[in-house]
């Protein structure tokens, strides 16, 4: 047995409980849990999506009773990433709950859920599996993680930026040679060779055609925006924006800002001008605090504002060819690494 290793099944004085990885055969006893945990019917429709339609497939598992309910589940989806040199994958967590019939059992411990948590990481984490755990929890869950599942906190924070649109259409400009531009879906194959030109140093997952076709067209439930900034004449990819928009705001959910500084400004201007014509007075955006991309934003205009939905980004490093802390330093996120917006 190695270090991340559990035995399938727990026997205590209300049953026996099965650790065991989710199939799709599971979703009506997910159902049952989920609205039990959470007080809420879980959408079918949304689940489907992010995890069985999901482009490289879902690590979730449950701990199941010997009656055959859901007792508690710890989900997420592997993405692929590039770091110095090393194809890797990194696992996006959520929807993580236990049953409240089921959190008597192991109580001292952490309950099942926490025992659910230490047999997915034997199965999906280390060399071979995912070598980064993230995800964006509330203040609580972060406490239950950081007590009994070695959850850190992201070591660059969180920053919530703002800006209004007025203040970038109003700036002087002059006449630039690239265009913002509604890319098609079969022209979102530019993004697999902008996704190679993150900032040097920076650790995030791969933001390919295959990501975006999912995580923004597919959805089943919101509507987003992609914007293409791109040379007038050239067909590169130079940035781009995944933007949800509920007028008077905008939520800049994913973002692929150019190199330059001139284009980051010109492209930052344009996208502030096509969304002032929608009717978008703010956008607003979520990123790493001590990051590079929120350096570049508050220089070109957007400003710090408290945080205003307590978010807490975790990450838990398992390989131990990923130096860390030096690589979670690294690692930056958006919201399209979240299933918030």
Same mark, same amino acid.
């Given at each position: 047995?190695?270090?991340?290793?559990?035995?399938?099944?727990?026997?205590?004085?209300?049953?026996?409980?099965?650790?065991?990885?989710?199939?799709?055969?599971?979703? %009506?006893?997910?159902?049952?849990?989920?609205?039990?945990?959470?007080?809420?019917?879980?959408?079918?429709?949304?689940?489907?999506? *992010?995890?069985?339609?999901?482009?490289?497939?879902?690590?979730?598992?449950?701990?199941?009773?010997?009656?055959?309910?859901?007792?508690?589940?710890?989900?997420?989806?592997?993405?692929?990433?590039?770091?110095?040199?090393?194809?890797?994958?990194?696992?996006?967590?959520?929807?993580?709950?236990?049953?409240? *019939?089921?959190? @008597?059992?192991?109580?001292?411990?952490?309950?099942? +859920?926490?025992?659910?948590?230490? $047999?997915?990481?034997?199965?999906?984490?280390?060399?071979?599996?995912?070598?980064?755990?993230?995800?964006?929890?509330?203040? @609580?869950?972060?406490?239950?993680?950081?007590?009994?599942?070695?959850?850190?906190?992201?070591?660059?924070?969180?920053?919530?930026?703002?800006?209004?649109? !007025?203040?970038?259409?109003? *700036?002087?400009? +002059?006449? +630039?040679?690239?265009?913002?531009?509604?890319?098609? /879906?079969?022209?979102?194959?530019?993004?697999?060779?902008?996704?190679?030109?993150? =900032?040097?140093?920076? #650790?995030? &997952?791969?933001?390919?055609?295959?990501? &975006? @076709?999912?995580? #923004?067209?597919?959805?089943?439930?919101?509507?987003?925006?992609?914007? @293409?900034?791109?040379?007038?004449? &050239?067909?590169?990819?130079?940035?781009?924006?995944?933007?949800?928009?509920? =007028?008077?705001?905008?939520?800049?959910?994913?973002?692929?800002? /150019?190199?330059?500084?001139?284009?980051?400004?010109?492209?930052? $201007?344009?996208?502030?001008?096509?969304?002032?014509?929608?009717?978008?007075?703010?956008?607003?955006?979520?990123?790493?605090?001590?990051?590079?991309?929120?350096?570049?934003?508050?220089?070109?205009? #957007?400003?710090?504002?408290?945080? =205003?939905?307590?978010?807490? /980004?975790?990450?838990?490093?398992?390989?131990?060819?990923? %130096?860390?802390? *030096?690589?979670?330093?690294?690692?930056?996120?958006?919201?399209?690494? !979240?299933?918030?917006?």
């Amino acid at each position: 047995m190695t270090m991340y290793e559990q035995p399938t099944k727990i026997d205590t004085n209300l049953g026996t409980y099965v650790f065991r990885p989710y199939t799709t055969s599971d979703l %009506p006893e997910v159902c049952i849990a989920w609205q039990a945990a959470y007080k809420k019917p879980l959408a079918v429709d949304l689940w489907k999506w *992010k995890y069985h339609k999901a482009p490289h497939g879902h690590q979730i598992m449950i701990c199941v009773h010997e009656n055959g309910e859901v007792a508690a589940l710890y989900g997420g989806i592997p993405q692929p990433m590039r770091w110095q040199g090393q194809d890797l994958f990194l696992t996006q967590l959520m929807d993580l709950f236990s049953h409240p *019939k089921h959190r @008597r059992p192991l109580s001292g411990r952490g309950g099942l +859920f926490v025992e659910t948590a230490r $047999r997915f990481f034997a199965r999906y984490a280390g060399p071979g599996g995912s070598a980064i755990m993230h995800g964006v929890p509330g203040e @609580r869950s972060y406490r239950i993680g950081a007590r009994r599942l070695q959850y850190e906190r992201h070591p660059s924070g969180i920053a919530y930026l703002t800006a209004e649109t !007025a203040a970038f259409t109003a *700036k002087r400009h +002059f006449s +630039f040679g690239a265009r913002l531009d509604d890319p098609s /879906p079969h022209a979102l194959n530019g993004l697999d060779q902008l996704s190679s030109t993150y =900032p040097p140093g920076q #650790f995030q &997952a791969k933001r390919d055609s295959a990501f &975006a @076709r999912w995580r #923004f067209l597919q959805h089943p439930q919101r509507d987003y925006l992609l914007f @293409r900034y791109r040379g007038r004449v &050239a067909k590169t990819w130079k940035g781009y924006a995944g933007v949800s928009i509920a =007028p008077p705001n905008a939520t800049i959910v994913d973002l692929i800002l /150019p190199l330059s500084s001139r284009s980051r400004r010109d492209m930052l $201007r344009k996208l502030a001008g096509d969304l002032a014509s929608l009717g978008v007075t703010t956008m607003q955006t979520w990123l790493p605090d001590n990051g590079i991309y929120c350096r570049w934003l508050c220089d070109y205009g #957007f400003r710090k504002a408290p945080e =205003p939905l307590g978010l807490m /980004p975790t990450i838990r490093s398992f390989d131990p060819t990923c %130096p860390h802390p *030096k690589t979670t330093a690294a690692f930056h996120f958006t919201m399209a690494d !979240a299933d918030l917006f």
